[in-house]
């Protein structure tokens, strides 16, 4: 049976069959459907005849058309019939007196243009029922063949997600939303303090949504911090006198005094985080060079003038007795004693190498704190911490102790629900961990802190956060949007995320056969739980196309983003002229050297048995800080 099945014979024969099945289920439905509204109309002509003629009209009709029939049929005219006026009265009649009476006629003529009336209103009568019938046959036959909706969420199109929106913000706000718009939707009332997250590769219209984001935070006059990797956003939206660039190569920066945000030790404690990333295993190297740089920072504070130089001489050129005579009695102390050795280098070798991009930075001009900043009221300036491809390396540390520095001061403003600070970032992977992004997301709403943050895949993030540090930082953000992914994996990723669909689906089968009998239909109904997106789907979406999924009991709505031109306000970047040169030859030795933290140790205790003794006393040391 399989030959024929595959066969061009088999083909036209299972055509063949399925034509004439359908063909005959048609002609019966077409026969029901007529004798029903035939029989309908009947029934509705004679109803509404029978109500809108009296009983004479009836009875003197009658009489005519008996009268009717004896002349013309029967032929005898002269016959006579008995008959009863109005008044009651009977009275014998011929019947060729009845058809030429005017009296009797005028009951005939109302009873016919009763009935002309009747055809007409039936007609529109069985029209409108027909209509309805075959509506409702229809919807009958799409619900017998469509999958059925149980539970979980839909996706629906921009238009109606934006009606969802709509009769939101009218039951919370009076109809105002929060004047935030991503993928040309504007964000439901209070639904940007709930931070959103934009997840696709590369080229997919990430850049786009960020842009159409900063307009509409432009327009309402709040204030932002943006990390600009390749000075696009720089380019359309910086106000030269109104805004503030932080980068160490551009020559618009400002000066950035590290002390005026770093007040305290526990400031210091956090900058050291931020600047000095653990290594995959977190060893006591990491951990030391935090303790020695955050008390550097703290002790050089209580001068009358720290500088920035100073501080790298600390930590560059300076003898191991002059570092120790600033940090006695401190916990860096311990570290950097007399019988650390070696050991005291490998700490101070991670530590300089992970800092070098202070020394770029500005010590004259326009001074600037970000604390400041952050707790300055009635203020629309803008903050663009910015670099690109070639800086990136040895600007990374700086750029995520900036964000740290922002998101732990937004934390600790007073609440309030009205007020609004922006943090957008964009490919926060390609930055080190900082240290209070998390709490930011969890806490920060209360403050007015709003995140809007992206990322290429997942994977980049867990690199950098670690699974659960990766899991928190998705979760605390409620509004998605999720352009294409190009692998496997994060297509999946983000399809598991968007949620789960659980419907009643519908199989239809057809069975055929000789027989006529054997002919048929049959529909089976199974409750099934599918995502709701297809992981493939994902992968092969066009640039500018994605889901966007705002949760708390909205649908997934699929939009196409418009490419939008912005006018050119600056240039993406000024290269700092007198820094030039150096930065070059920086990031030439970046590209030749890259040494791990953990190589710096592993180099220097190498066959160093005399410095074992050293190592377990200040592994001791570090313990009692509690670190």
């Given at each position: 049976m399989s030959v024929f099945r595959?066969?061009?014979?088999?083909?036209?024969?299972?055509?063949?069959?399925?034509?004439?099945?359908?063909?005959?289920?048609?002609?019966?439905?077409?026969?029901?459907?007529?004798?029903?509204?035939?029989?309908?109309?009947?029934?509705?002509?004679?109803?509404?005849?029978?109500?809108?003629?009296?009983?004479?009209?009836?009875?003197?009709?009658?009489k005519f058309l008996e009268s009717y029939t004896v002349c013309n049929i029967l032929n005898s005219c002269e016959a006579k019939t008995k008959?009863?006026?109005?008044?009651?009265?009977?009275?014998?009649?011929?019947?060729?007196?009845?058809?030429?009476?005017?009296?009797?006629?005028?009951?005939?003529?109302?009873?016919?243009?009763?009935?002309?009336?009747?055809?007409?209103?039936?007609?529109?009568?069985?029209?409108?029922?027909?209509i309805l019938i075959v509506r409702f046959v229809y919807r009958t036959g799409r619900s017998q063949t469509g999958d059925s909706f149980v539970r979980g969420t839909e996706i629906v199109d921009v238009k109606n997600l934006k009606k969802a929106i709509k009769s939101y913000n009218y039951k919370h706000n009076k109809g105002y939303g929060s004047k935030v718009q991503v993928a040309g939707i504007e964000l439901p009332h209070k639904f940007d303090k709930s931070h959103?997250?934009?997840?696709?590769?590369?080229?997919?219209?990430?850049?786009?949504?960020?842009?159409?984001?900063?307009?509409?935070?432009?327009?309402?006059?709040?204030?932002?911090?943006?990390?600009?990797?390749?000075?696009?956003?720089?380019?359309?939206?910086?106000?030269?006198?109104?805004?503030?660039?932080?980068?160490?190569?551009?020559?618009?920066?400002c000066y950035w005094n590290l002390w005026n945000d770093c007040k305290s030790e526990g400031d210091a404690i956090a900058f050291a985080e931020s600047m000095i990333p653990d290594s995959y295993r977190r060893d006591f190297f990491d951990i030391a060079a935090k303790v020695v740089f955050s008390s550097l920072i703290h002790q050089m504070g209580k001068q009358a003038n720290p500088s920035i130089d100073d501080l790298m001489n600390l930590i560059l050129k300076v003898d191991f007795e002059t570092i120790l005579n600033v940090v006695?009695?401190?916990?860096?102390?311990?570290?950097?004693?007399?019988?650390?050795?070696?050991?005291?280098?490998?700490?101070?070798?991670?530590?300089?190498?992970?800092?070098?991009?202070?020394?770029?930075?500005?010590?004259?001009?326009?001074?600037?704190?970000?604390?400041?900043?952050?707790?300055?009221?009635?203020?629309?300036?803008?903050?663009?911490?910015s670099c690109n491809d070639k800086q990136i390396d040895m600007l990374r540390p700086i750029i995520t102790a900036w964000f740290n520095i922002f998101t732990s001061n937004v934390l600790s403003l007073p609440e309030d629900e009205q007020n609004r600070i922006y943090m957008i970032i964009d490919e926060l992977p390609s930055l080190n961990k900082v240290p209070s992004l998390i709490n930011f997301l969890a806490q920060g709403r209360k403050y007015g802190g709003c995140a809007m943050v992206g990322m290429q895949n997942y994977s980049q993030l867990v690199e950098i956060y670690g699974k659960n540090g990766a899991d928190a930082i998705c979760d605390l953000c409620s509004t998605w949007?999720?352009?294409?992914?190009?692998?496997?994996?994060?297509?999946?990723?983000?399809?598991?995320?968007?949620?789960?669909?659980?419907?009643?689906?519908?199989?239809?089968?057809?069975?055929?056969?000789?027989?006529?009998?054997?002919?048929?239909?049959?529909?089976?109904?199974?409750?099934?739980?599918?995502?709701?997106?297809?992981?493939?789907?994902?992968?092969?979406?066009?640039?500018?196309?994605?889901?966007?999924?705002?949760?708390?009991g909205f649908p997934i709505a699929k939009f196409v983003s418009q490419y939008k031109k912005y006018?050119?306000?600056?240039?993406?970047?000024?290269?700092?002229?007198?820094?030039?040169?150096?930065?070059?030859?920086?990031?030439?030795?970046?590209?030749?050297?890259?040494l791990p933290n953990q190589s710096i140790s592993d180099g220097i205790f190498k066959n160093e048995s005399n410095n074992h003794k050293s190592k377990q006393k200040l592994d001791l040391a570090l313990h009692e800080m509690e670190f």
């Open positions: 595959n066969s061009t014979f088999g083909a036209f024969t299972r055509g063949g069959q399925t034509t004439i099945h359908f063909a005959r289920m048609s002609v019966q439905l077409i026969k029901k459907f007529f004798h029903i509204c035939l029989l309908s109309y009947i029934l509705m002509v004679g109803l509404i005849a029978y109500k809108t003629t009296s009983q004479n009209d009836w009875y003197y009709s009658f008959i009863i006026s109005i008044a009651g009265v009977s009275t014998e009649l011929s019947y060729q007196k009845i058809l030429n009476s005017r009296y009797i006629n005028k009951y005939v003529e109302n009873t016919v243009t009763n009935f002309y009336w009747a055809l007409g209103i039936g007609f529109l009568a069985i029209l409108i029922l027909g959103v997250l934009l997840i696709g590769s590369t080229g997919t219209g990430k850049s786009v949504n960020f842009r159409e984001a900063l307009a509409s935070i432009r327009a309402q006059g709040k204030k932002a911090i943006i990390y600009d990797v390749a000075g696009n956003f720089i380019k359309h939206f910086y106000r030269e006198g109104q805004d503030i660039i932080l980068n160490p190569m551009d020559e618009r920066s006695k009695d401190t916990d860096a102390a311990s570290i950097l004693n007399s019988e650390a050795g070696r050991m005291a280098a490998s700490v101070r070798g991670v530590i300089s190498a992970n800092t070098r991009s202070l020394k770029f930075l500005k010590q004259s001009g326009n001074e600037f704190s970000i604390s400041d900043w952050v707790n300055k009221p009635n203020d629309d300036s803008w903050v663009f911490i949007v999720v352009l294409r992914c190009n692998s496997k994996e994060g297509a999946k990723w983000a399809a598991e995320n968007m949620g789960n669909r659980e419907c009643i689906e519908t199989n239809e089968g057809l069975s055929f056969g000789i027989n006529d009998i054997r002919d048929g239909v049959s529909i089976n109904k199974n409750r099934v739980d599918r995502l709701l997106v297809n992981p493939t789907e994902i992968m092969h979406l066009p640039d500018l196309t994605g889901f966007l999924k705002l949760g708390r006018p050119e306000l600056a240039q993406a970047f000024v290269t700092a002229s007198a820094i030039r040169e150096t930065v070059d030859a920086e990031m030439m030795i970046e590209e030749s050297i890259k």
